[in-house]
């Protein structure tokens, strides 16, 4: 049976098993998907031991993500933005190095939560390497606006330069949390606040009651963003639905078959 993994460290808490194991049986495919602890030090051996045990890909989560651009042979575009890989497929003609997690987003934000992007004025918060990886794909789905918050502005200025050739052009801006001006259709948060309970010091006026507040951290209650974005009339989602969609993304580079996520993201919410 063909089979793939989880890399991480830690890894206990991974939930990729469970859902590469709901979409393999939602579309009849016969595989395997287990976690591994792979040791700080020890990423690379990991990975060659998986493979000469037959393994046929993997998923890299924290804190493997770039060591995970080096052990790749080739990077798809999407991971070269991204700056990270999230997914490994061992092909026949080598390591290819993916990332599936902006395609993750987008496709909860426009299929998940019914919200189109194009058109949109998109603020996005945060320009570490979370929200690095969204740029590309939220860009190939033409937002009128992309504008890039950050408590450093430097980071979302350096981003601002490299995604100008790839579509961003007088599309993307960047600039610090306390210049963000007007309302917003979509509102990401990408920064790792949340983690500390912390809010990025946002102005109130960028939600309004048509705004998608979604941030990319999840948990049982609601984040401190999501109740701040709530609070003042924005619709709110967490990263739970990014989570299963990057999954499904990762399944069908691997299988070529994209498997349905609404009863999954369902299940995984009830056992939250
Ligand atoms: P990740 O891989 O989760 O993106 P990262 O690359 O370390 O992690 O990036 C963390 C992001 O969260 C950065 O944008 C960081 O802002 P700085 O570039 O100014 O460091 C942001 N961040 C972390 N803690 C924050 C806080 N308490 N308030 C606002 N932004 C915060």
């Not at 080739?74 to 902006?102: E, P, W």
């Not at 069908?252 to 056992?271: F, H, I, K, M, Y």
Request: charged residues 15%; proline residues 4%; hydrophobic residues 50%.
């Amino acid at each position: 049976m063909d089979r793939y993994c989880v890399f991480g460290n830690p890894i206990a808490h991974s939930k990729s098993p469970d859902i590469h194991a709901a979409f393999a049986a939602q579309t009849g495919q016969q595989l395997l998907y287990e976690k591994r602890l792979a040791p700080l030090d020890g990423f690379f051996t990991a990975v060659r031991g998986f493979m000469a045990e037959g393994g046929k890909g993997a998923n890299v989560t924290v804190p493997f993500k770039l060591e995970a651009c080096k052990v790749a042979q080739a990077l798809t575009m999407r991971a070269q933005a991204a700056g990270a890989v999230n997914t490994l497929h061992f092909t026949a003609d080598g390591i290819i190095g993916d990332n599936t997690d902006g395609a993750g987003l987008v496709a909860d934000i426009v299929d998940n939560a019914g919200t189109a992007i194009a058109g949109k004025r998109v603020l996005l918060l945060g320009a570490g390497g979370a929200a690095r990886g969204v740029v590309l794909p939220i860009l190939e789905h033409c937002p009128a606006k992309l504008l890039i918050a950050n408590r450093t502005v430097a980071t979302a200025e350096a981003l601002v330069q490299q995604f100008a050739a790839l579509g961003g052009a007088g599309v993307v801006s960047a600039c610090g949390f306390a210049d963000i001006e007007g309302e917003f259709d979509i509102v990401i948060n990408a920064t790792s606040a949340s983690l500390s309970a912390e809010l990025p010091p946002i102005p109130a006026g960028v939600f309004g009651p048509a705004t998608l507040a979604l941030d990319m951290m999840y948990g049982k209650e609601p984040t401190v963003f999501m109740q701040f974005a709530a609070a003042h009339g924005a619709r709110t989602r967490d990263g739970l639905g990014m989570l299963v969609q990057q999954a499904a993304e990762a399944f069908a580079v691997w299988r070529g078959v994209r498997p349905d996520t609404a009863a999954v993201l369902a299940q995984l919410r009830a056992a939250l």
